[in-house]
């Protein structure tokens, strides 16, 4: 019988005989007594009565005796098993919590490059560990060092104001993982601060687990390096694993490269334990004694709690106290959790209710045989009458006992109580109610149910509720009220039916519990542990989740899923140029555009820097993935207004489809990042779809890299040469130099191809110094038979300017005055981005150029962030005007009107422009209108080999 039935019975007008015998379980000692009345009216003839009556009723006496005992007995066991069960679930709840809380560091790691010390301070104070975790000693956050960036790592922290800090134990090892945050950051923490972790062997085993598999793992029992000095206690460390962000994860030697750290917390366990057991039910500490053992070890070793310091489990219990053994599992863990009831446990049951039966029995036995030898002739009767008043005491007293006991849980309890009629009128509530909701007996008495009712639920959750209950006679769950103050709050209730024996409803019994503190905290743990603080987007985690489940549903409905993962393009540029804080607002503006592109049961989700996914479900056409991208670009293409700067960004977006082109997450997601990157090397502002076509052209795009480190020495380079003609005289002073690759097999590579391989190999310092010395050789020669003011344009790589090499700078100017050639013969072609934000390795090279007499020219203008003010600020010689303008010059276009601002522009600030990719006398004569200085293509020529260039160079010599 539950306690909310047991209240019940303490307002019924009758009592319920089925349900106290069911309480004490005494239906075989009535009928016993029964049967033997019948036995001594049968025999009472023919035996001596006053011997016969006084054995029977001794021996009546006995069994009520007995039954007494073992329903006693009973019914400590059973309360004994409802607190372990109770105690147990605390313990999983708790754990479970604390984890949650780790969860949440790590969310905060994830979602930032760099979390600041003051940050991780903010984090923790949010939580209020110290009211709502007390058992937790500090949240801590310890960093993966491998030996060779040790020292590294040292001085960074020395930097960070520590300069005494240093990890220990001391000596040469592996690996490190050494505590750098630990909240609150006391003085009794600060002894754990630089302590390596994976020196000590408990610790590191539980880490490994944790590394490999990815899952939060605890540690057997340790002594926590804040306890020196002080009384040791046993304690456990929890630690959750923290990857690299952006860094696969999915398999094991994918997650032991990219550890970053661990988020982790130590916790005491008798405070863990201690707190559990004074929450989990007033007076549980003090009639109950708890140990806690690792695994089923029990010995000193293993011993991880001992409520009383007296080793229960490793000695013979006492004879009057009972004992219990649960197990648990705690992260892959046993802890086996051994319960004793102390004296103060049986104290709380009538012991001596045996002894009075015992007692009375024995005196009515003998008082009943001496009235036998008086009344002879009555003695039937008599003996019947004391058998039925026998029956009757027994029945009485447990029933007054039950309802004594029933009154006392129910004012006692700490959970809110009140008990209405079959009307819904309330008839009655515990202090506990008061307590909760404000409405005192007065207030409450007489008045419906739902006076308290809050406006949260409508009236279909409520016909629900009702439904059930007059279904079942039971239901529980979550429901808002109000308190008498106005305040709203959350509830856990049960409610259960008390029937008449007619089957009608007598009484409603409710029992709740405020949640409305717990409820807000787990909200904000899973906020923080699956949402990116900065745009308020679903994170790495949350995000694969939603992938997951998206599989699922378009498993299941048949419709395809298309997963979109987009860069924004030189987001670098503007982040470095005004600021991470403004690049934060750009995130944010990005973040809002891209949600307003797609459907409410998409999602969008932020990886990490300027990393977003899009994952849109069961699409009905899958070109409709494609459309989506191409709006989630155009809307990013819009100017962003950032104070007072307005600035452009674009985004690379790659498109991979399931079941199309992987049944997996982790291969959606490479296929996804593949796509992604071949539409930023196609120059961004797209997207791609991937293709099965992409995974060979990454092989593809290894062996043409390993092809470019032999192409050198193997002359397979080769440089040629486009006339750039002066437009009012048709005569050529200029050429460009321009790189060609014949390969072997592939015949001649586009540079669009190799250049980029060459620049992020590095091979483009040697290539760009060959092309140099082979242009300023033909350039020599030239000048010395044909033209002697020709000019030739190198293109220079924005890696080459960055490098702080000699060959770039001092070295060209050596190699220009060995020739005899003056520095106006030289002409160097850089693209804008370089200007945008020139560091000094830049600026000293350009200025160098500029001394030495040799020009500079800016390539593609007009396609990047064009600003005047580096114009003016590098004293420019040549603007050249993208083929892109010059392809559309047609009247009435926007390019026509573009590229004669541009010309206008230039001319004003004293410089010269060429346009490239003329084809037509169309185009040529806009150009020729608009007073464009120079021209650049094949209306002209095409680049040709050196000789042929000579040639054309000859022959317009002669013009």
Known sequence: MTLGKKIALLFSRKSNPSGLICLWKAAEMRSAIKSISRQISAVILNWPVAWIILFISLLLTFLVWRSAQEDLARLQQVQLESRVSKVSDAVLRRVQAYEQVLRGGVGLLAASDVVTRSEFQDYIASLNVKEHYPAIQGIGYAVHIPAADLELHKRKMRAEGFPDYDIYPTGERDQYTSIIYLEPFNLRNQRAFGFDMFSEPKRRAAMEVARDTGNTAVSTKVTLVQESGEKMQASILMYLPFYKNGKPRATLEERRSNLQGYVYSPFRLDKLMGGILNEAQTGVKADINMEVYEDSQYSAENLLYDDNGIPDMRNAPRSDSLALTQSI?????????????????????????????????TIFSVLLSALMWLFTKQRRRALVQASYMQEEIVERKKAEEELRLAALMYQHSSEAMSVADSTGAIVSINPAYTKVTGYTLEDAVGRNCSLHKANNHDRKFFRAMWDEINATGHWQGEIWNWRKNGEAYLEWTTVNTIYLDDGSVHRYVAQTSDITQKKASEKLIWQQANYDLLTGLPNRHMFHDRLERAIKKSRRSGFPMALLLLDLDRFKEVNDALGHAQGDVLLVEAA?????????????ARLGGDEF????????????????????????AAPFELLQDVVFVQASVGITLYPDDSLDVETLIKNADQAMYVAKNLGGNRFSRFTQDLQEAAETRLRMMRDLRNALA????????????????GKIYKAEALLRWKHPELGMVSPMQFIPLAEESRLIHDINDWVFHEATRELASWRKQLVPEFQISV??????????????????????????????????????????????????????????????SIDDFGTGYSSLSYLKKFDIDYLKVDQSFVHNLVDGTDDKVLCEAIIVMAHKLGLKVIAEGVETQAQLDLLTAYGCDYAQGWLYSKAVTAPDFFALLLKNVKL
Do not use: M
Request: negative net charge.
């Open 795 to 856: 293109n220079v790589s924005p890696v080459e300017l960055r490098q702080n090499r000699e060959k770039v700078g001092a070295h060209w100017i050596r190699h220009l005055q060995a020739l005899g050639l003056p520095g106006k013969s030289l002409a160097i072609e850089i693209t804008e981005s370089i200007l945008l934000n020139a560091e000094s390795n830049v600026t000293d090279k350009l200025h160098l150029f500029r001394d030495a007499g040799i020009e500079v």
């Open 613 to 636: 996914t899009v994952i849109l479900s069961e699409l009905v056409d899958i070109n409709s993935a494609e459309h989506i991208a191409q709006n989630i670009i155009k809307q990013l």
């Open 592 to 604: 809002r555009r891209i949600a307003t592109c797609v459907r409410e049961s998409d999602t969008v």
């Open 714 to 729: 193997a002359n397979q380079l080769e440089v040629y040469y486009q006339p750039i003609v002066e437009i009012a005289t």
């Open 329 to 361: 599992t705690v992260f892959g863990h046993t802890w086996s959790l051994y319960f004793t009831t102390r004296p103060a446990f049986h104290a709380a049951f009538d012991q001596n209710k045996p002894l009075r039966f015992l007692g009375f029995g």
